[in-house]
């Protein structure tokens, strides 16, 4: 009893055009804004007095110092959209090389949010709490509102957030590693 072509590789194909398209265009806004961090920085602070301007821009320091690993960040998840798409356009036409492209970005993309997940706990939730202890110094709401942003609450939405994204290069790996889907390609 021959079922035909399995749907999977199709599905995701199209999945991974349009996750990978996507990629490209958050990737290269992640990294335009990293560019503009300090027309952003004086916009934010626009309002101060000087002084406190400038206390409150040496206290957020920490914290842009750590944005070179979201630019570095962006960079590879461009580099993964483009693996998408590449494994996309494969899949579509059922091509066997599209699963081993898929795979292969599989396989990085769950690296690279291992890697994310450990820059958040090793690097940006301490460079958090010294924000969080600067403003504390300085006094006033901003340190409030930084606590709340700081410490577990961080790692917990960085953690997750990295989980939750890892969910599809997971599932796109054993779903079309499944022997159906793996015997509709040529």
């Given at each position: 009893?021959?079922?035909?072509?399995?749907?999977?590789?199709?599905?995701?194909?199209?999945?991974?055009?349009?996750?990978?398209?996507?990629?490209?265009?958050?990737?290269?806004?992640?990294?335009?804004?990293?560019?503009f961090t300090d027309k952003i920085q004086e916009l934010q602070y626009s309002g101060?007095?000087?002084?406190?301007?400038?206390?409150?821009?040496?206290?957020?320091?920490?914290?842009?110092?750590?944005?070179?690993?979201?630019?570095?960040?962006?960079?590879?998840?461009?580099?993964?959209?483009?693996?998408?798409?590449?494994?996309?356009?494969?899949?579509?036409?059922?091509?066997?090389?599209?699963?081993?492209?898929?795979?292969?970005?599989?396989?990085?993309?769950?690296?690279?949010?291992?890697?994310?997940?450990?820059?958040?706990?090793?690097?940006?939730?301490?460079?958090?709490?010294?924000?969080?202890?600067?403003?504390?110094?300085?006094?006033?709401?901003?340190?409030?509102?930084?606590?709340?942003?700081?410490?577990?609450?961080?790692?917990?939405?960085?953690?997750?957030?990295?989980?939750?994204?890892?969910?599809?290069?997971?599932?796109?790996?054993?779903?079309?590693?499944?022997?159906?889907?793996?015997?509709?390609?040529?």
């Amino acid at each position: 009893m021959d079922l035909g072509k399995s749907p999977i590789p199709k599905v995701f194909g199209i999945l991974h055009l349009v996750f990978g398209g996507l990629g490209i265009v958050f990737g290269l806004f992640a990294i335009v804004g990293a560019a503009f961090t300090d027309k952003i920085q004086e916009l934010q602070y626009s309002g101060y007095p000087d002084e406190m301007r400038d206390r409150m821009m040496s206290a957020m320091q920490p914290v842009y110092e750590t944005q070179k690993w979201d630019v570095i960040s962006s960079c590879f998840s461009i580099v993964l959209a483009v693996l998408m798409i590449f494994a996309g356009l494969k899949l579509v036409k059922y091509r066997r090389r599209g699963l081993k492209i898929s795979n292969i970005y599989s396989a990085l993309s769950v690296i690279h949010k291992l890697i994310a997940i450990g820059i958040v706990v090793v690097i940006k939730n301490p460079a958090m709490q010294e924000v969080s202890k600067r403003l504390e110094e300085i006094g006033g709401e901003q340190a409030s509102a930084m606590d709340m942003m700081t410490g577990p609450v961080a790692v917990v939405i960085g953690v997750g957030t990295a989980i939750v994204m890892s969910i599809y290069p997971i599932l796109s790996f054993f779903l079309l590693n499944r022997v159906r889907s793996r015997g509709s390609l040529s």
